[in-house]
Nanobody, 122 residues
């Protein structure tokens, strides 16, 4: 699976962005998909994930209620709608695919996109 993330940019605090991740390959629907982020000087952290079927979603406490992950298996895409953005959301955001279902640790994700920069100004 090859992944390409896009949709990042510069936004003011309180604003919204929608990240998308396009996947190649016919097996996309068999993978759990996740979004991670990495801020300068910090470790990569889990943001959100969605089951292969799209039936369940999970979020980091820091984004719960503000971010929404979704997927369209027919279009091989996964999205991250980010609302009420805060300066601390500034990071490079990565989409990733995992064949190990139900995991939130980066080590469980087999494939990674190249990352897209999100910058939230105060």
């Amino acid at each position: 699976v090859q992944l390409q993330a896009f949709g990042g940019g510069l936004v003011q605090a309180g604003g919204s962005l929608r990240l998308s991740c396009a996947a190649s390959g016919r097996t996309f629907s068999t993978y759990d998909m996740g979004w991670f982020r990495q801020a300068p000087g910090k470790e990569r952290e889990f943001v959100a994930r969605i089951y292969w079927s799209g039936g369940s979603t999970f979020y980091a406490d820091s984004v719960k209620g503000r971010f929404t992950i979704s997927r369209d298996n027919a279009k091989n895409t996964v999205n991250l709608q980010m609302n009420s953005l805060k300066p601390e959301d500034t990071a490079v955001y990565y989409c990733a695919a995992s064949s190990s279902y139900g995991r939130e640790d980066a080590e469980a994700y087999n494939y990674w996109g190249q990352g897209t920069q999100v910058t939230v100004s105060s």
